[in-house]
């Protein structure tokens, strides 16, 4: 209900919002191209086969990547819509605008649902196999989420400095002894991410 009514108390300038100035399309992963991110990889063939995945999955894996990656809201929003079977505009708008992508800075959610590498295998058993380290920020190696969760707090920091939810985050990002090594990982990440090869 709480959903049913923000989508109609704030439409349709609400489905337009984007207040992180996310602007990256929709990589391909989502939309076909193979991935070696374990987590991805299962959740997209699982929408692929059944048209369906679990909330937290939506939230924790696609909506979380998209997030950290800066991805339109309006393409995820669609995609979203197009692709699940109990997917119903009044659903994935504020879904994802408001509880996923943040992209409304603040209206629906109090901070954004963005998390590391670490949360994701704290909430799954994704990560074991994985050919991503989710402890490790930099290298090769290390998990995309767990890199691009860190450039995301970085890279948001004046905003969410004041945000007495997530600025401990923040503060740790900024304490990082290797934020310069961290921002240059996270932009290999998203070139591989937006080339299909991540």
């Known amino acids: 209900e709480y959903v049913w009514g923000v989508y109609w108390h704030w439409m349709p300038d609400y489905r337009s919002a984007n207040a992180l100035g996310a602007e990256r399309p929709l990589p391909p992963v989502f939309t076909g191209a193979p991935t070696q991110m374990r987590c991805m990889s299962h959740v997209l063939r699982d929408i692929h086969d059944y048209g369906w995945t679990h909330h937290i999955q939506r939230l924790m ?12 809201p309006t393409e995820l929003v669609d995609w979203m819509w197009e692709s699940f079977v109990d997917g119903a505009e009044w659903v994935m708008v504020p879904n994802v605008i408001g509880m996923t992508l943040h992209a409304d800075g603040g209206m629906m959610a109090t901070k954004p649902y963005a998390a590391g590498g670490a949360y994701i295998d ?10 991503y380290d989710r402890k490790k920020r930099v290298g090769d190696d290390a998990c995309p ?3 691009l969760y860190w450039d995301f707090l970085l890279r948001h920091a004046d905003r969410f400095a004041r945000n007495p ?6 503060r740790a990002a ?5 934020v310069d090594a961290v921002k240059d990982r996270a932009a290999d990440v998203l070139h591989l991410l937006d080339t299909g090869r991540l």
Do not use: E, H, P, W
């Open 174 to 178: 900024q304490k990082l002894k290797d």
């Open 145 to 147: 989420f767990t890199t």
């Open 61 to 72: 894996l696609l909506g979380n990547l998209a997030l950290l990656a800066g991805v339109r």
């Open 122 to 131: 704290r909430m799954s058993d994704y990560c074991g196999d994985c050919t």
């Open 165 to 170: 939810r997530i600025v401990t985050q923040v």
